[in-house]
T-cell receptor, first 112, second 110 residues
Framework: GAGVSQSPRYKVAKRGQDVALRCDPI?????LFWYQQALGQGPEFLTYFQNEAQLDKSGLPSDRFFAERPEGSVSTLKIQRTQQEDSAVYLC??????????FGSGTQLSVL | GIQVEQSPPDLILQEGANSTLRCNFSDSVNNLQWFHQNPWGQLINLFY???GTKQNGRLSATTVATERYSLLYISSSQTTDSGVYFCAVRANFGNEKLTFGTGTRLTIIP
């Protein structure tokens, strides 16, 4: 597609529910990143993929967070047993290699 | 990890004014990007500028890597320039992630 696509745009979950957030990167982009942005803050790194390999997951806040990119294109960020502190905008970005990152519009997650 | 600080945190200007936004970072970097986050939350990549100077229309950026800072210049501001401007860097010795700064919120008044 023309840009990075994320779905859903908004997600409301009850505390304790599992959620899955999808990212469709720009075709051919090798690198894929997930970031979390709390209200009024800058994006915080969660995890990084190069093709299907998850090379860095140091930013995942707990073992309730899991990300995958099984075929090296679409990626899914899964959050199990959601908590109120998980409420944030989740941003996906892709890059052809080393230089510029291109971000999607994000998924705004609200945990009630 | 690397620290990234931006100044000023907030800036309110009249339409047509010029502005300079600053980004300081604590370690040597091999990647530096400026982003504009519009009021709808979309992050737009403005510049990839690990060193040197670039210009794109009314916007220009300069990075002095040896002194660990970058500047973003906006000339003849328009209301559509409003939003939050982020600088993001990748440390020379580390992993692949970009670390974002604290942001500058720019408001342009008609």
């Amino acid at each position: 597609g023309a840009g990075v696509s994320q779905s859903p745009r908004y997600k409301v979950a009850k505390r304790g529910q599992d959620v899955a957030l999808r990212c469709d990167p720009i075709s051919g982009h090798v690198s894929l990143f997930w970031y979390q942005q709390a209200l009024g803050q800058g994006p915080e790194f969660l995890t990084y993929f190069q093709n299907e390999a998850q090379l860095d997951k140091s930013g995942l806040p707990s073992d309730r967070f899991f990300a995958e990119r099984p075929e090296g294109s679409v990626s899914t960020l899964k959050i199990q047993r959601t908590q109120q502190e998980d409420s944030a905008v989740y941003l996906c970005a892709s890059s052809p290699g080393w230089e510029k990152l291109f971000f999607g519009s994000g998924t705004q997650l609200s945990v009630l | 990890g690397i620290q990234v600080e931006q100044s000023p945190p907030d800036l309110i200007l009249q339409e047509g004014a010029n502005s300079t936004l600053r980004c300081n970072f604590s370690d040597s970097v091999n990647n530096l990007q400026w982003f504009h986050q519009n009021p709808w939350g979309q992050l737009i990549n403005l510049f990839y500028i690990p060193s040197g100077t670039k210009q794109n229309g009314r916007l220009s950026a300069t990075t002095v890597a040896t002194e660990r800072y970058s500047l973003l210049y906006i000339s003849s501001s328009q209301t559509t320039d409003s939003g939050v401007y982020f600088c993001a860097v990748r440390a020379n010795f580390g992993n692949e992630k970009l670390t974002f700064g604290t942001g500058t919120r720019l408001t342009i008044i008609p």
